[in-house]
């Protein structure tokens, strides 16, 4: 008897909610539209009338409902997250995803019956770590940040009774989730304080006869020459020049604009006993929603049907490499040999 | 107000760290964290040389604290911690929560700037966990301190991050050996050649940011003397320095002076800034982007 891992697709909108529904999400996550969440970005996100609707037709179609409570509350403003945390409750939704200490207190002394997620924002990579967020507040899944090596992945699953969550594909974060101040050091917001990396309204093209350059709060994050593809100005993925090097040429010396796809080791998550694979992307179109989950959910049923004759189809990888950021898509950390 | 000298972030190798504690020893710093918290493969020092420099600190009347790893993966990891959580002599920093796992309920600890406290209610939820002290995420400024300031539990003291290049952020990659064109695995230590971070530049020459093994600094030199009389108004406790391969006595001598009212902040600012090795930033503290630097605020 196989196990059975839970597909999790993101929900940035109702539409977008409901594509993700109809093509066999086994989860959607979802968040308010205000910094409540870690992607609080402008025309996205649920109002309670829309994520009322959302909630019931992802209930009326079997699929859960996780939403998503994840950046650190901001001090003079805690009601603004327990007010969501009470409003999912009341909703009815399947599980909260915190990343909060207090606000994974709070929600242990007023809503025990509400199910809680670690969400990666929480930065837990190790056992001790996720007893930590057991012990203290009942957590009973945990996502782990996109820094582990497959190995590593096995050495937590078998270490903690907590259900493990892992990214399966989309943007790829190289740093620790919820340890990351590059983009407030730029720009003065981050995912801990705002919900938001390299945020868009910083951004600013520049076009010369020659290039094009993207600027992120003034500072240069890359330059393109004429017919080369560029993409957004996220600032770990820009090329930069290390000193100290014999090479000094620009580089993306921090990470390659690149996607995590997890298609190729189906079978090996399925296997260390993951209880869930979740799809980056709460940013992204319905459109994209639509392709991503189809495509996963026919990947995952293939791996449970049958992990040993698991091949990834070469139709299923081109169709998720033209959604990639970059085009092209890497294992990550996961693939590593890191112990 | 005290001074304290944060753990050194960088690879230096066993006789440098001795010989920058014996200076440490005799230098006007209050309180010393020790201990490796970057990169668990660097082993230059075991735990005994660790605490070799913990007694001779102590014996010097520092308060020392013993820091954790940030970024914990391994089984082995969460052994040498548990080693330093049961030294059964100094207190603790922890700056990972599998660090506060084993801290709490048996040891008053301190809790690192990389722990996400970012509000009284968390702030609260650590102290009855056991923390005396904590210092706030880097990202926090003056009016988030300040409000937390209010809020805090009886006990708790507050350590602010006010001098040094800053700890943004960690990955599993290590940064240093892929610009060296070296697997992680295969790293060849070379970040032992870098004792300040290897520089990182945009192409249009702007001194960015900092790698240092698997972390990634702030390329500005982070400077809050000049904010001391708003530190010392909101009743911050601790002011922490964080280790540079040079000049870091004189650093602490600016600070002390300017501490105990021997110098202008102001002046203190400008003769830092000739001992930094890179510019300055303050940004995080005045609520603007944490690269910049603003020289006209009300202190």
Redesign the interface.
Known sequence: MNRRIELVCPAGSLPALKVAVDHGADAVYLGFRNATNARNFPGLNFDDSEMRRGIQYAHERGARVFLALNTYARVGQWSDWTRAADAAADLGVDAVILADPGLMHYCRERHPALRLHLSVQGSATNPEAISFYARQFGVQRVVLPRVLSLNQVRYVISNTPVEVEVFGFGSLCVMVEGRCALSSYVTGESPNTCGVCSPAKAVRWEESGSSRQSRLNGVLIDVYAPGESAGYPTLCKGRFIVRGVPDVSPAYALEEPTSLNVLGILPDLLRSGISAVKVEGRQRSPAYVAQVTRVLRAALDACMRDPSGYVPRPEWVAELDRLAEGRQHTLGAIDRAWQ | MKLSLGPIQYFWDRDTVMQFYARIAVAPVDIVYLGEVVCAKRRALNATDWLDIAGRLAACGKEVVLSTL??????S??SR?RHIVENGRYRVEAN???A???L?GRERFVVGP?I???????????SD?GACRWVP???LGRE?VT??QA?RPKGMETEVFAFGR?P??????C?TA????LP??DCQFRCA??PDG???????G?Q??A?NGIQ?Q?GSTANLVRELPTLRAIEVDVLRLSPQSRGMETVIDWFRRAIDGRVDPDEAARALEASASTGPCN??WH?????DWLTEFDP
């Open positions: 940030v970024l914990v993966e391994a089984a990891e969460l911690m990972d929560m599998a506060v796992n084993m709490c990389h996400n406290i970012y509000n009284g209610e968390t702030l609260r939820l650590f966990l995420p880097l990202e988030a409000e937390l809020m800053l943004l952020a960690f990955s599993a990659r940064f892929r610009a060296h064109g992680k695995d050649d870098y290897m520089e990182l530049e945009t192409r249009d702007l960015f940011l790698l990634v702030s940004g995080y609520g603007v982007a944490g690269m």
